[in-house]
């Protein structure tokens, strides 16, 4: 097979051998289920709860997704506004890194205050833990333009703005995406601590039932569900890169 096909098929047969050592682990060292189920009794637990898994699920990906796309909108305006200005980057950043300091499972009980239980506290979470890292990748990308460039843009007639829009726009496309795919996680840590302490539905609240039961299989179910829809929006996000990057993909292999 070529190379090209072995790169394709690389992360399907890596995956297949993780699972297989851990099966292989799990019944040479005779480790309990209790402590770490053998993929196949999760598997089997993935068949049994099929419903609620599903069913939760699809509450996760809709409160991540909402929490993401909120987090994509009022970071990508405040890493333009902070980025535009050296000023304003140095004014707000320790705010913004005061702010991510904050443990976000803390933010949690102020959110149930504020709206009660149910939908918002989780896609809200979702939205605060993976905002930092996109408004500080943009900012970072608008904020580290050479000043040659400036200068010889600004020598040409460009003002401010244009400078932003021409090339530092565009110059910050790979900060954002690189921030997307970090921010789907953390999205995803963001709801699944809403649902497990503010909601009656989604993954995290099954997690937090599985766990009182000490039904551990389920609960590594439900982890590998999350990995799936992890996987799956970083997926989508390495698409839309592809087609709005591909220029910066180019420049790399032909600098290589």
Request: glycine share 8%.
């Amino acid at each position: 097979m070529t190379r090209s096909t072995w790169l394709r098929l690389a992360p399907y047969l890596f995956t297949l051998a993780f699972f297989a050592i851990w099966e292989i682990a799990c019944r040479v060292f005779a480790i309990s289920a209790f402590i770490l189920p053998p993929p196949s009794s999760v598997w089997a637990a993935l068949v049994q709860y099929q419903k609620p898994l599903y069913t939760n699920a699809f509450h996760t990906l809709w409160m991540t997704s909402l929490g993401f796309a909120l987090s994509i909108v009022f970071g990508l305006a405040l890493g333009l506004l902070v980025g535009s200005s050296k000023l304003i980057y140095a004014g707000l950043n320790p705010l913004l890194v005061g702010f991510n300091s904050i443990p976000k499972v803390a933010v949690v009980p102020i959110l149930v205050i504020w709206f009660g239980v149910g939908w918002l506290p989780p896609v809200l979470t979702a939205f605060v833990i993976s905002f930092f890292p996109i408004v500080v990748n943009v900012a970072t990308g608008l904020a580290t333009i050479e000043p040659e460039t400036e200068d010889v843009l600004k020598a040409l007639g460009a003002s401010r703005l244009d400078i932003m829009t021409k090339v530092g726009i565009p110059r910050s496309l790979p900060y954002l995406f690189g921030a997307l795919k970090v921010s789907i996680t953390l999205a995803y840590v963001g709801s699944v601590i809403g649902e497990q302490n503010a909601s009656n539905l989604g993954l995290g609240n099954l997690i937090t039932r599985a766990s009182a039961d000490f039904n551990v299989p389920l609960i590594f179910a439900a982890l590998i569900v999350l990995a799936v829809l992890g996987v799956f929006l970083v997926a989508i996000v390495d698409v839309v890169e592809s087609r709005m990057t591909g220029w910066a993909k180019r420049s790399q292999m032909g600098n290589g």
